[in-house]
């Protein structure tokens, strides 16, 4: 008797630690896709930026000469708000695009 109890420990032990490597695996997969896309993301150049990169691509339809965008989607020009969003998310890229170069 004293042996199954063993047996079924050892055993509910195993699977506890199968469950944690699943899980740290699946955090590591997660970890390697986000660095990759940083990656990715950092190749895209200044001009470009709004034009290609994954969360802009799309939302705007004209940009000026240095690549900022113009109007949206709708036609409609960038407010001053949303102008400051985008100027604060392209210094934001050239920083991490200069510690990569």
Known sequence: MFNMTVGL??????????????GAQKKKDEQKEAQRLREERNKISEVDFFKLAAEFKGLYIEFDETGFPIKDKAGEAITKSAGKKLKKELDKHKKARKNII
């Not at 420990?9 to 699943?22: I, P, Q, R, Y």
């Open 9 to 22: 420990k050892e055993d509910s032990g195993k699977k506890k630690e199968k469950a944690v490597d699943a």
